[in-house]
């Protein structure tokens, strides 16, 4: 007879249940171990564990987590991270208009001035520095208004590109807009549940 293997393969694999209770066990682990450790190795681990290990062996464990959980919060975190590493430039252009229009989150962000491409790699590493040292909820709010700075950006950037010829790119950028908007809002959401005591 076949045995319990055997069985999960012919079910169509893994339990996603228990995906999903390895995911928030990862996240956890994460976040509480890097706070018990307080160790300047382990927090440079944390913020670059993208980098280190690959955006894709994270999406593994945490891309399909609930965006109101702590794995899908850092998922989203990373994601962030892993963006402005690549496009450090255009990222600190839009923050840079962003800010003109929402200079109140800017406080929150904490971008230094002028907002330069290193300015803004500097702050999603700090961000991520808050996962392993500071508040974690105020790390989040930290990355949502950092989110919603970049989507008043972008639909600026957007209502720029005017010739019908850039118009694909302008639709582009206003769903991008749209996307940092919504993220914002499950971020700032999770930091609530935080202070909540409702994540583990």
Do not use: N
Not at 14 to 34: F, R, T
Not at 61 to 67: G, V
Not at 89 to 100: C, F, I, L, N, W
């Amino acid at each position: 007879m076949p045995g319990d293997d055997a069985i999960v393969a012919i079910a169509g694999g893994v339990d996603p249940s228990a995906v999903q209770e390895a995911a928030h066990a990862a996240a956890s682990a994460l976040v509480h171990g890097a706070r018990s450790a307080r160790d300047a190795e382990v927090t440079r681990r944390v913020v670059r564990l993208a980098q280190d290990e690959g955006l894709e062996v994270i999406a593994e464990l945490w891309a399909d987590a609930p965006a109101d959980s702590l794995a899908g919060a850092l998922w989203r975190l990373y994601v962030l991270r892993t963006w402005v590493l690549r496009q450090p430039v255009a990222v600190s252009r839009q923050y840079a208009e962003g800010r003109r229009h929402a200079p109140v989150l800017e406080v929150v962000a904490g971008v230094a001035d002028p907002p330069g491409p290193e300015e803004v790699v500097a702050v999603v590493d700090a961000v991520l520095t808050g996962v392993a040292e500071g508040d974690f909820a105020v790390t989040l709010e930290r990355a949502a208004a950092f989110c919603r700075i970049l989507a008043v950006g972008r639909a600026h950037h957007a209502d720029a590109l005017v010739p019908p010829t850039e118009e694909d790119a302008a639709t582009t950028l206003t769903r991008s807009a749209a996307r940092l908007l919504r993220t914002a809002e499950q971020l700032e959401h999770v930091a609530t549940r935080w202070r909540a005591g409702e994540l583990g």
